[in-house]
């Protein structure tokens, strides 16, 4: 009986000890996971601007409607491809170049676009899971609605703030980028209203999973930081405290431009 209790405390010690560091190990092989959908999507774009002329595809529907920029429905982008618009969009135009499927044609399989393995679901994001808080009964999106069979509940997004400093008719081309290697190209986009640290507004705060981003809503779900694409392709992680100042806003890092003319999104 004493032996029994020896190898039981034995087994309780060890587990101790080891379960914490399989945990980190697993955190570290997410990230190392998320590192690379996120590599996938800076080379699609390169070689989606060797092909259309080094112009960008856009990061969001180019609609009035801020709900269908924001939070587009599943029936929102069924009819936006029926009407042949939408394809410019990068959740469209880019993942040909990367072995994946456009988002159009995600819309019969709505719940596997959110779960499934493929270069839009971040791991760290699927094994957290969806924050029942953010899925209030009815309410239209964009309250917080995770709901996958609703909308698409995207884990990455493209930079909304590139031409923020620029005309309100331009469209993005790569000489316009004043530096490559620091530009924005696409990040770690909040899916749960609790992801922490968070600085911004009370909306911002629970307008979740949307195709394209900014500091308000770059995710600090991987050990409080997240992890950016630039336009030279290579792929960093930073602190969500780096990322965002205390209002929710950019810094002006250096190392890291919204803008394509490196000067800090007012």
Known sequence: MIELLVVIAIIAILA????????????????????????????????YLNDYDQTFPWPRYQVTSTIQQDNPQWGDVQTFYNLGQGNDVWFNALPRYANGKPLYKWVSNPVGFATEKSIFTCPT???????????????????????????????????????AN??????????????????????????????APYNGSAPNKVDLATPHCYTTRFSARHSEGGNITFSD?????????????SSG??????????????????
């Not at 914490?20 to 590192?35: D, E, F, G, H, S």
């Not at 969806?130 to 009964?137: A, G, L, M």
């Open 16 to 47: 101790a000890i080891l379960l914490p560091a399989l945990a980190k190990t697993k955190n570290m092989a997410q990230r190392i996971n998320c590192v690379s959908n996120l590599k996938q999507w800076g080379l699609a774009m390169n070689m």
């Open 125 to 163: 994001a699927v094994a957290q899971g969806i924050n029942p808080k953010d899925i209030p009964p009815g309410a239209p999106p964009p309250a917080g609605n995770m709901n996958a069979s609703a909308r698409p509940l995207f884990n990455y997004s493209m930079n909304s703030k590139s031409l």
């Open 166 to 195: 620029e005309s309100s008719t331009a469209i993005l081309k790569t000489s316009m980028i004043a530096h490559p290697s620091a530009f924005v190209l696409f990040s770690d986009v909040r899916n749960r209203s609790d992801d």
């Open 233 to 245: 392709s290579h792929v960093e992680f930073f602190l969500h405290a780096y990322v965002v100042n």
């Open 249 to 266: 806003k950019d810094p002006g890092n250096p190392d890291i431009n919204w803008d394509c003319s490196g000067i800090t999104v007012p």
